[in-house]
RNA sequence: ACCUGUAAUACUUUGG
């Protein structure tokens, strides 16, 4: 039974949840785990649904599953729903208190999750590292260092945590210095390293810690190649991408993004033909690249081309039409979008204020919701 | 002792 419950979370983790059912349904009497892990598979791929009819004909309904629930909901932006799990939970530990905390803060509410944080029953390591890179993540790099060394015990990812506060707030060398005071590192404490150092365009310091990291994720390959495609120097992105360990999607779609970054479209295209397969990132960076150079059949060919869209491949053909003038059209796009986002409100806007349409553009501004 | 839930890193859109 360990191993059947292994290969559903085998098949679970590589999205095959039919896969991971079937292997479930084979199982006579399924114990807790192979509940929850199941469940986990549903939710982990994103089959909100389907999880929550698992969880109503699920005979334990323990604590894992509740949380794992509850988190289901949180990734998804139902904040109502969420919390009423919450509410209805028999039993909660700590770790459905930090799933609560990561509620608010996935979902734009930083206060909210202080305010859980200071009244739940008991914090954790986790609790802790929470609130440190939420608050990190909204600027208030004062309040995470503070969070930082006031937590009773740090752990790797508490460390991580701090490192990354410090990179995505543009305080690279206390980034540097964090990481020298590091008794021990681990692969993800080198690759926000490289990053670090990309990110003000050290790519020789980049380059030197890759080389001399004890050792290397697909992470730490397609953020170096990722490095060089923005530093502009795709010839040695190429190179690393040759020499990759193994492939990856990610490093293809940095490789795509970079040669259109160097104005190399045949390249480009070269590159998007290749690819094993596509993302919905793969198809968004052509759109724009299109759309970039006012190319906006191409742009829209290609949108209708693919086989699924989110909000910013919407985006992207929106700006494609809108930069070439296609108010119009542009328009229409944005009435037709299953979703807006305030990058389609600020694209609209701007087509139509450059595009001399200020009467139009003003009643675009005052049209933009408050929130969301 | 060993299988399940919560915190940390890489790719795409506008402005800053």
Known sequence: LFLLNQVIQMYGSCGAVDDARKVFDSIDTP?????????????????????????????????VAWTTLMQAYATKGYVQEARTLFDNMPRRDTASWNTLIQLYIANNMVEEAGHVFRSMPQRDVVSWTAMLSAFAGIGHLDQAK??????????MVSWNAMLQGFVENGKIEEARELFSRMSERCVLSWNILIQANASVGDLEQAKSMFDTMPMRDAVS??????????????????????????????????????????????????????????????????????????????????????????????????????????????????????????????????????????????????????HG
């Open 31 to 63: 114990n807790l785990f192979s509940w929850n892990i199941m469940l986990n598979a549903y939710t982990r791929n994103g089959l909100l649904d389907q999880a929550k009819q698992f969880f109503d004909i699920n005979p334990h309904k323990d604590l």
């Open 146 to 155: 503070e969070l930082f060394s006031r937590m009773p015990q740090r752990n």
């Open 221 to 370: 390959w397609t953020a170096m190649v990722s490095a060089y495609c923005q530093a502009g120097d795709v010839d040695s992105a190429k190179a690393l991408f040759d020499a990759m360990p193994e492939e990856s999607i990610i490093a293809w779609n940095a490789m795509i993004h970079g040669y259109v970054k160097a104005g190399d479209f045949r390249e480009m295209r070269l590159m998007f033909d290749r690819m094993p397969q596509w993302s919905v990132i793969s198809w968004n960076a052509l759109i724009a690249a299109y759309g970039q150079i006012g190319e906006f059949v191409e742009a829209n060919s290609f949108f209708d081309q693919m086989p699924a869209w989110d909000i910013v491949s919407w985006n992207s053909v929106l700006q494609a039409n809108a930069i070439s003038g296609r108010l119009l059209h542009a328009h229409q796009i944005f009435h037709q979008m299953p979703s807006r986002d305030i990058v389609s409100w600020i694209i609209l806007l701007s087509a139509n204020s450059q595009h001399g349409d200020l009467d139009r553009a003003r009643e675009l501004f005052l049209a933009i919701p408050e």
